[in-house]
């Protein structure tokens, strides 16, 4: 459980002031994610819609439960991207591309998963310490999306000490993968 999420579970069974403590740490995030909607609506306006109804369903005693790694902070950016693009379209300010002026794509088959590659990642994995390895899922779940920066403070990481255990948890999955004997060629792909 990450601290985004204890401090959402926190603020379940107690009150404003944890609630507080969780909106300090995904207030940013989201604001990030809003980034393509900036020209087309209010983003504050989208981000405090976001935060109320995420107080709302939390105060509601039947009200879902979110599950999974930063569920919370998942749930919400996925709220605030409906919310703006709900609203974009309201003010007629989305523009679509029509269908013959899209670029054709090729698509490539993804390959066929290897349940032995994925034996040996997850035993890798499981060897990594607490913190590069939440390091490195936040990077992988956040720092495409929001950059490195905002990856680090949903992780309550300064961006240097982020970074560094980024790479010392590469560095371990790498030589743990390599002393499993995974091929090369998987390692680059």
Known sequence: MTD???RFTAART???AEFEQWMGRVKRPIRISLQPYARSVDVEGVVQETLTRMWILLRDPEGRVLTGENASLRFAIVLARNLARNEARRNRREDYL?????PEVPVEPAPAADPALRR????CLDQVPKRPLEALRAR???GALMGDRAAAESVAMTLNTFLQNVVRARQQLLQCLKGKGVPAAELVR
């Open 14 to 16: 107690g009150g404003l």
């Open 140 to 142: 992988l779940e956040l």
């Open 4 to 6: 985004i999420d204890e």
């Open 98 to 102: 029509p269908p013959e002026d899209l």
């Open 120 to 123: 040996a990642i997850q035993a």
